[in-house]
């Protein structure tokens, strides 16, 4: 079991950039492929961005590709979310999730429950 803790979240203006960090328990990090999800009032958890095992694949949903970037460092067992040129839509509260993946090479799924572990969640919220 891994557990995760997000954080950098907070208040910014349209246009801006955060970047999210979730740190992980860290034995493990490396048999997990990571997603990053939001939530807002009146929407279903949605799906943001998930990264490879290694890192090397990543996927984005359409609305935040070509703003958005996740990277992870196994050796500090941390994924990131580099945020840029935010919009009032981005505001949510992000959670990270780890997936148990019955090989490294596994098909970077975008599902909620796709994921077995989540975080808490920090707010982000982008004022117009």
């Known amino acids: 079991q891994v557990q995760l803790v997000e954080s950098g979240g907070g208040l910014v203006q349209a246009g801006g950039s955060l970047r999210l960090s979730c740190a992980a328990s860290?034995?493990?990090?490396?048999?997990?492929?990571m997603g990053w999800f939001r939530h807002s009032p009146g929407k279903d958890r949605e799906f943001v961005a998930a990264i490879s095992c290694l890192g090397g694949r990543t996927n984005y949903s359409d609305s935040v590709k070509g703003r958005f970037t996740i990277s992870r460092d196994n050796a500090k067992s941390v994924v990131y979310l580099q945020m840029n040129s935010l919009k009032p839509e981005d505001t949510a509260v992000y959670y990270c999730?780890?997936?148990?993946?019955?090989?490294?090479?596994?098909?970077?799924?975008?599902?909620?429950?796709?994921?077995?572990?989540w975080g808490q969640g920090t707010q982000v919220t982008v004022s117009s």
């Open positions: 999730a780890a997936r148990r993946v019955p090989t490294i090479t596994a098909v970077l799924v975008t599902g909620t429950s796709d994921y077995h572990y």
């Open positions: 860290g034995r493990t990090f490396r048999q997990y492929s």
